[in-house]
């Protein structure tokens, strides 16, 4: 089916550790985002990227690292996890002509 | 630089009385703007949005939102909400003229009592 989907949807790990979250969108839009979602904070743009190969920095790349090698692929990897990574996290794309932005249903990361 | 104000964090209501979720925004450019809506365990989904013309804008379950550029508001009301309207609200805009620079309020929580 059509969408965009993340995985895994959950995730436990431990400080220090490298994990990846995958994110995978089936329309072919050009912009995908990563944000995390945490108590008071709303949401807050980790990195984004505008076409594949492009990526940019958001409000809260610390510590994390991207790659677009293909259009449909935007995974986030967090390269030696700490206790301040453990929250919920989104992937969005969008069309462009409207900027609405497509959701994927999140990956919730704990880290120990 | 845009942002935007969801002015409350929680807003309780009872079944069928009619509610309202404030979003003020500031931006020295055109902006759009969209409601989404997130069901407990899920991702966001756009509830309605604002691009041009009309400035009342409607969801299919009975939302509305109104774009005031006078006052920069633009606040989602519905007359009698349901058990199921029970979820996290978020306000947010974007530039005409970038994808990549959307602003989200920071939610409204709205928790419906029977």
């Known amino acids: 089916d059509a969408g965009i989907t993340q995985s895994p949807r959950y995730k436990i790990t431990e400080t220090g550790r490298q994990v990846t979250l995958m994110c995978h969108q089936t329309w072919s839009h050009s912009y995908m985002f990563w944000y995390r979602q945490d108590l008071g904070h709303g949401l807050r743009l980790i990195y984004y990227s505008a076409a594949a190969d492009i990526t940019d920095k958001g409000e809260v790349p610390d510590g994390y690292v991207v790659s677009r090698s293909k259009t449909e692929n935007f995974p986030l990897t967090l390269e030696s996890a700490t206790r301040s990574q453990t929250s919920v996290y989104f992937c969005?794309?969008?069309?462009?002509?409207?900027?609405?932005?497509?959701f994927g249903p999140g990956t919730r990361l704990t880290v120990l | 630089a845009q942002s935007v104000t969801q002015l409350d964090s929680q807003v309780p209501v009872f079944e069928e009385a009619p509610v309202e979720l404030r979003c003020n925004y500031s931006s020295s450019v055109s902006v759009y703007l969209f409601w989404y809506v997130q069901y407990p365990n899920q991702g966001l989904q756009l509830l309605l949005k604002?691009?041009?013309?009309?400035?009342l804008v409607e969801s299919i379950n009975g939302f509305e939102a109104e774009f005031n550029k006078s006052q920069t508001s633009f606040h989602l009301r519905k007359p009698s909400v349901h058990i199921s309207d029970t979820a996290e609200y978020f306000c947010a805009v974007t530039l005409y003229s970038s994808a990549s620079k959307i602003i989200f309020g920071s939610g409204t929580r709205l928790s419906i009592r029977p």
């Open positions: 604002y691009l041009s013309g009309s400035t």
């Open positions: 969005a794309s969008t069309k462009g002509e409207s900027n609405e932005q497509f």
